[in-house]
């Protein structure tokens, strides 16, 4: 019969379990054990008095103080947990106490895209944190009378859908706002700052302020380029050859990554597929750029 009975009672507090965040699981848990201690402390006098007496009455008036501060504990507890945000308790732990910083993202970045496929991948876990500000400037791209900006900014609220669908992280709208500072990329920065967070972001303008101010930046132009494969000099790639370059009879083809490709006498090939000989790699700040120029039959008997 209490078979019977325990049955759905544990369907039924799992199901509430379910719905409760796990900040309100936890501080559940700390408030039982902190008014289940409390309680005792209280009720000892009354459970000494038992021990020696031996009467019912004190038995029952132990525990109801034990079980009134125990659910008293329990609700506290639940109560508080949903008011209390977990980027709250992150703002107050210090960064190489908590198992992994949280990720705060920018509107750039998920305007970009990217983000998504890393997290999908597995290359970026933990919680990620956008900000309510954040949120509502992609609203209000989203809702721009420009068709480009507006598709910029539908494109960012899908990526947030993404996100989180995601299992590898969490994903939080955080509320917290600064507002005395007004321009966006100040604002996040500082907010980065408070929250002892990294900051995601393709804005090289806005990594340089976070970096000025000590926040841990992940660019994602920066990773891009970073894992862009390796072209030595000397070596030899096919190409196809899409436009002319700037100079005379030079023509423009790109690797996979997107890195153009100048090749010298290369104009007469516009729409072929050639071997190109690289003789130089210029690295700039906005990326790479390379030279080469059509391999030769020579360097074809060379070669052999």
């Known amino acids: 019969m209490i078979f019977l009975v325990c049955i759905p009672l544990t369907f039924l507090v799992y199901a509430k379990i379910k719905k409760l965040k796990e900040i309100q699981i936890l501080l559940g848990f700390l408030g039982v054990l902190l008014g289940a201690t409390v309680g005792l402390l209280l009720s000892l006098p009354s459970l000494i008095l038992y021990l020696n007496i031996n009467s019912s009455l004190l038995l029952f008036i132990t525990y109801i103080i034990s079980m009134s501060f125990t659910y008293g504990g329990l609700i506290l507890g639940l109560r508080s947990g949903k008011n209390i945000k977990l980027s709250e308790v992150l ?3 210090k960064k190489d106490i908590v198992w ?3 990720k705060v993202l920018d509107t750039n970045v998920l305007i970009d895209g990217r983000i998504a496929d890393l997290i999908d991948l597995g290359f970026i876990k933990g919680t990620i944190l956008v900000p309510r500000f954040i949120l509502k400037e992609i609203q209000h791209i989203a809702d721009s009378p420009d068709p480009l900006r507006r598709a910029k900014g539908r494109r960012a609220l899908d990526v947030l ?3 989180q669908k995601a299992e590898k992280v969490r994903l939080e709208i955080i509320e917290k ?3 005395e500072i007004k321009e966006v990329d100040i604002k ?4 980065c700052r408070t929250l002892k967070g990294s900051l995601i972001t ?3 303008n806005l990594a340089k302020l976070a970096q000025l101010r000590g926040i841990s930046v992940l660019n994602l132009n920066e990773l891009a380029m970073a894992m862009r494969s390796p072209v030595m000099p000397g070596e030899v790639l096919s190409l196809f050859i899409i436009k002319e370059g700037k100079e005379p ?3 423009v083809a790109y690797l996979d990554d997107g890195t153009m490709v100048v090749v010298e006498e290369g104009k007469k090939f516009i729409g072929q597929t050639i071997d190109v000989v690289i003789h130089s790699v210029l690295q700039t700040s906005s990326g790479r750029m390379i030279f080469g120029k059509p391999k030769s039959e020579q360097d074809l ?3 052999e």
Request: no cysteine.
């Open 301 to 303: 008997d060379e070669q």
């Open 177 to 179: 706002d600064i507002p």
């Open 161 to 163: 859908q993404r996100i």
């Open 100 to 102: 992994e910083e949280p």
């Open 188 to 191: 996040l920065a500082e907010l």
């Open 91 to 93: 703002a107050l732990v």
């Open 202 to 204: 393709n804005d090289l």
């Open 249 to 251: 009879d030079q023509g």
